[in-house]
């Protein structure tokens, strides 16, 4: 049994900065995404197990930084800058394989997610 477990979401104000972290049970490429009301589940950044590689969706780039302790199965997510449209439930996902994909149909074990509102 797999479990993803995200902590470090809240409320913020526009341009705070929050740092999300998600602690697998073991060391798997790991991916965050967000999900607004109404919308779909959408990619944030990822993270490979094997070498960090790591991918950042363009809405995010240059504000947010994905990064990973393997000795803790653990993965951040520091969130600089933020504006209102980053709110959302951040989600992260979890595959075996070494490989960040955007497509959250590709990640195989999910946490419950964990709430970031962002006001303006």
């Known amino acids: 049994q797999v479990h993803l477990k995200e902590s470090g979401g809240g409320l913020v104000q526009a341009g705070d900065s929050l740092r999300l972290s998600c602690t697998a049970s073991?060391?798997?490429?790991m991916a965050w995404f967000r999900q607004a009301p109404g919308k779909e589940r959408d990619f944030v950044a990822g993270?490979?197990?094997?070498?960090?590689?790591?991918a950042y969706a363009d809405s995010v780039k240059g504000r947010f930084a994905v990064s990973r302790d393997n000795a803790k199965n653990t993965v951040y997510l520091q969130m600089n800058s933020l504006k209102p449209e980053d709110t959302g439930v951040y989600y992260c996902?979890?595959?075996?394989?070494?490989?960040?994909?955007?497509?959250?149909?590709?990640?195989?074990?999910w946490g419950q997610g964990t709430q970031v509102t962002v006001s303006s």
């Open positions: 996902g979890a595959r075996v394989d070494s490989s960040v994909y955007f497509a959250s149909i590709l990640y195989r074990y």
């Open positions: 073991a060391t798997y490429t």
């Open positions: 993270i490979s197990w094997s070498d960090s590689s790591s």
